[in-house]
T-cell receptor, first 117, second 108 residues
Framework: EVQVVESGGGLVQPGGSLRLSCAASGITFSSYWMNWVRQAPGKGLEWVANIKKDGSEKNYVDSVKGRFTISRDNARNSLYLQMNSLRAEDAAVYYCMIGHYAGNWGWGQGTLVTVSS | DIQMTQSPSSLSASVGDRVTITCQASQDIRNYLSWYQQKPGKAPNLLIYDASNLETGVPPRFSGSGSGTHFSLTISSLQPEDIATYYC??????????FGQGTKVEIQ
């Protein structure tokens, strides 16, 4: 059974940092591109970043470039998102998404990031 | 960067109606497009991948078409359980793997 579990969300002040983690099991983790997708309250889905199977390529949405860093540890079947210089507009539920397109097993439950003073 | 333009932003239709949602890419993405359904408080549910392939377990009233820059999702006979927001997403070799803005589907 595939399990995808995000963690690391919470309340942070503007300008602060958080590190999100995503642990995946039941899949050959190193076979998949991995993504972070976010959804602000009442808003649509926004793709944030992705990373190639071996970590050699990373892409970001313009609004997070220079502030967020995606990484992975294939030995630990884990994906990470280091978020620095957080802004109010970064507040959202952050989802880990497996692959180029993700069926039911390819999403976690999400972790909530709140940015507020 | 590739941009995905989805329309309409919302629609209201009757049970049994045929409903079509469109998605336009700003550059050629071949057939690297998926469609998701999302209900409140839930993760997205994959309906269509590679523009026209129906995900296992998805009812056949859902279908996708298109290639290049123009795509569509059709619900052949709208059902009450189809009330949701629908998103397209591109996943070509041209980042970002952007989502469309979403289409909220309601029952009249």
């Amino acid at each position: 059974e595939v399990q995808v579990v995000e963690s690391g969300g919470g309340l942070v002040q503007p300008g602060g940092s958080l590190r999100l983690s995503c642990a995946a099991s039941g899949i050959t983790f190193s076979s998949y591109w991995m993504n972070w997708v976010r959804q602000a309250p009442g808003k649509g889905l926004e793709w944030v970043a992705n990373i190639k199977k071996d970590g050699s390529e990373k892409n970001y949405v313009d609004s997070v470039k220079g502030r967020f860093t995606i990484s992975r540890d294939n030995a630990r079947n884990s994906l990470y998102l280091q978020m620095n210089s957080l802004r109010a507009e970064d507040a959202a539920v952050y989802y880990c998404m497996i692959g180029h397109y993700a069926g039911n097993w390819g999403w976690g439950q999400g972790t909530l990031v709140t940015v507020s003073s | 960067d590739i941009q995905m333009t989805q329309s309409p932003s919302s629609l209201s239709a009757s049970v049994g109606d045929r409903v079509t949602i469109t998605c336009q890419a700003s550059q050629d993405i071949r057939n690297y497009l998926s469609w998701y359904q999302q209900k409140p408080g839930k993760a997205p549910n994959l309906l269509i991948y590679d523009a026209s392939n129906l995900e296992t377990g998805v009812p056949p009233r859902f279908s996708g078409s298109g290639s290049g820059t123009h795509f569509s999702l059709t619900i052949s006979s709208l059902q009450p359980e189809d009330i949701a927001t629908y998103y397209c997403q591109q996943y070509s070799n041209l980042p970002p793997w952007a989502f469309g803005q979403g289409t909220k589907v309601e029952i009249q």
